[in-house]
Nanobody
Framework: QVQLVESGGGLVQPGGSTRLSCTAS????????MAWYRQAPGTERELVAY??????HYEDSVKGRFSISRDNALNTLYLQMNNLKPEDTGVYFC?????WGQGTQVTVSS
């Protein structure tokens, strides 16, 4: 089973930017989907974006603000988050090949 480790996040002001990274313990097929989810307190985990070798999908609320990408040579998935809003606050999780990372907290607040 692949191990996934997220990094990045932290406290960001509204309108600010940050980048999350998710590094896998081994290579993941470029044909396999990788995804970012998030979970705000008291809510269910929701899909933010996913990427495959032929498609990228974003949840409506992040379209035009977030960008997902992957570097297969580094076994790393990224999420560039721009123009952050307080409602983007939550724990962000990486998902691939049936495995979850431990999550990284993103707090958007002034």
């Amino acid at each position: 089973q692949v191990q996934l480790v997220e990094s990045g996040g932290g406290l960001v002001q509204p309108g600010g930017s940050t980048r999350l990274s998710c590094t896998a313990s081994r290579s993941i097929s470029s044909h396999a989907a990788m995804a970012w989810y998030r979970q705000a307190p008291g809510t269910e985990r929701e899909l933010v974006a996913y990427i495959t070798s032929y498609a990228i999908h974003y949840e409506d609320s992040v379209k035009g603000r977030f960008s997902i990408s992957r570097d297969n040579a580094l076994n790393t998935l990224y999420l560039q988050m721009n123009n952050l809003k307080p409602e983007d606050t939550g724990v962000y999780f990486c998902f691939a090949e049936g495995s979850w990372g431990q999550g990284t907290q993103v707090t958007v607040s002034s």
